[in-house]
């Protein structure tokens, strides 16, 4: 990588050791698993609706150019690319990519994955209709370079997907000590509670980046249901965000 | 198929069908309409031959629907147009005992205490099943007239071999074969459970005097007698006794027979006559040990065979079928794997605990009911006047029975997928 990483090298290392396991719903990322269908309801529904897109038809994202960043084994991309969108998927952390290539393969799927930033696809000049940005600003350390390079990386028009982890006492609670020390979900320093944003935080950041915020929602974990689900009124912990890049840019 | 893109780097990459279903039954049928509804191509692969299976000649046999299993029959389209469709107005739960007439405390179940109408509908094997197979053809169900011999499952799907010597490669096997299901045991899947030494007799009988409606249920030491309504004064008797006294019953001609029947039945529906063949069902419970396989779902009575003492079987099936038709078709909208393991797990999960809470409470029942131990006896005449007495308490057995109760999925709510 020659261009300049806003990724910090010791989360990239943590997210290594990770990478075998992606595809084990029972395994490691046995959270993101369950939350996966959550996101993608929301991820598709947003998509389908901005792009006036049935999700009843087969392929629905035909035609629609998908940058999935943070694509660890391809938990997104997959269900991207069997809708019909053509995905890349870009990741940091090297060791994900032929772990999320071999899986592609063996479900039929093509789908461009590449170690890679965002911010090195923006300087290539690289634009899609819409990306992918899951649970990533967290981990970064410059989280509005990240962003603006989202912007760049949009066509005008074009939507992202922007979920991460708020930043009060629950969330530390929830993530932190419940999820890494309490549950075992995730390797304990997965997270740095420190970096977690709130959603004006965020929103002021995505306006700083020239984005439009349109939508935000929460991802509510049921502990009785052990199931995850979108709420419209607590963000608390989970939460989840669109923008699109307007047609002009206007200056924030 | 709707994911061929990229290199054929695996033959395996072609899908004949999406979902491939082992057995046409009732389950196998429902499921196929349901999957048709969700939006994938639908093979189903059965031995015998549909025009056998759709024969409507009268056999006796009737299904009691809750009203959650005709809103998903009519959300699959079958409900109407279907024949001879008898609504359970009422259910009378009665205490007896052979030779001394009911006790004085029974339990009265009453549609009017429901707003959602009847309580039921009692439905004949002979409407049902050819109602079910045209709607199949119509909905563009691939038949195949072959059993499944054979299958291997990998990372994207299955491969099928089936008796006429073809392969399938579809991304989901569905076994709808019964409780001796071939799909399950090649998966590798064992069962558990327990005879109960009971043999359900099944008949059906016309009676002079019109039944209004109303399903009797009588519990006596040999076992619980059913009596349930069908279309005109006819009406379908299901009743246990013990496995060789059964044997006997079931030997005699009909006329014998109904010298059996007639002290049980009573004479509050007047002179009754034999109407249609007789069946014996052996009583007991049996639940596969999981659900699911890889690329593997069990439907119905593959996954679980219940005592039919409440008419939960084919309930539970269609229940199997709504909840296994929505979660796939919302990993489909999602783009998921349809097949794979965390969504397959959401069926499983979704109906385990159901199915073992079932299983539990209708074994309970049972054994309580066929027990002549005069406590017993004492403690469920008592009980049954206490549900009697409770508004409360006799409306959440209403509406559980009706099949209104827990997480219906979306079919059973009478809404589309």
Partial sequence: MSHASTIDAAEIDKFQAMAAEWWDPNGKFKPLHMLNPCRLDYITAQIAAEFGRDLNAPRPFDGLRLLDIGCGGGLLSEPMARLGATVVGADAAERNIPVAQVHAREQGLDIDYRHTTAEALAAEGEVFDAVLNMEVVEHVADPLAYLTACHDLLKPGGLMVCSTINRNPKSFAMAIVGAEVVMRWLPRGTHDWNKFITPDELYDLLRRAALDPVDRKGFVFNPLFWSWSLSDRDLSVNYVTTSLRPESRTEP | ?417
């Fill in chain 2, 1 to 417: 198929m709707d994911n061929a893109g990229g290199p054929a780097i695996f033959t395996c990459m072609t899908f004949d069908t999406d979902i491939l279903i082992a057995g046409g039954g009732l389950n196998g049928l429902s499921m196929a309409l349901a999957a048709r509804q969700g939006g994938f191509a639908v093979t189903l692969a059965d031995p015998q031959p549909a025009t056998a299976r759709g024969d409507d000649g009268f056999d006796g046999r009737s299904y009691a629907l809750a009203i959650s299993s005709q809103r998903a029959l009519d959300a699959l389209g079958v409900w109407k147009g279907l024949d001879a469709v008898q609504p359970i107005l009422g259910i009378k739960v009665t205490d007896g005992r052979a030779g001394e007439g009911p006790s004085p405390l029974m339990l009265v179940f009453d549609h009017a205490e429901i707003e959602e109408g009847p309580m039921g509908f009692m439905v004949e094997d002979r409407h049902l099943r050819p109602a079910l197979l045209r709607a199949a053809e119509a909905a563009g169900v691939e038949q195949v007239e072959a059993g499944v011999e054979a299958f291997e499952a990998d990372g994207s799907g299955v491969t099928v071999h089936l008796s006429d010597g073809t392969s399938r490669r579809a991304r989901l096997l569905v076994g709808c074969d019964g409780k001796a299901s071939r799909v399950a045991s090649l998966s590798g899947i064992k069962r558990s459970g327990w005879g109960y030494g009971q043999t359900a007799l099944v008949c059906a009988v016309s009676h002079a005097k019109p039944h209004e409606g109303v399903a009797h249920q009588f519990f006596m030491p040999p076992g619980p007698l059913a009596i349930l309504p069908l279309s005109g004064n006819r009406s379908s008797i299901v009743w246990s006794e013990q496995e060789q006294r059964a044997a006997e019953i079931q030997a005699m001609d009909d006329e014998a027979y109904l010298g059996v029947l007639r002290p049980r039945f009573g004479s509050f529906l007047g002179d009754i006559s034999l109407s249609g063949a007789r069946f014996t069902y052996p009583l007991g419970l049996s639940l596969a040990d999981r659900f699911i396989a890889p690329r593997v779902a069990l439907v119905g009575d593959a996954a679980h065979v219940v005592h039919p003492i409440a008419g939960q079987g084919l309930n539970a099936g269609l229940k199997d079928v709504a909840a296994l038709a929505e979660v796939l078709t919302d990993a489909r909208r999602r783009g998921e794997d349809i097949a794979g393991p965390q969504v397959l797990e959401r069926y499983a999960a979704w109906r385990r605990f159901d199915v073992a809470a079932l299983a539990a409470a209708t074994d309970a029942f049972n054994r309580l009911f066929s027990n002549d131990n005069p406590l017993l006896r004492a403690a469920r005449d008592i009980g049954l006047g206490i549900a009697n007495a409770v508004p409360v308490l006799r409306r959440g057995l209403i509406r559980e029975a009706a099949g209104l109760t827990g997480d219906l999925p979306r079919l059973m709510r009478g809404r589309p997928l």
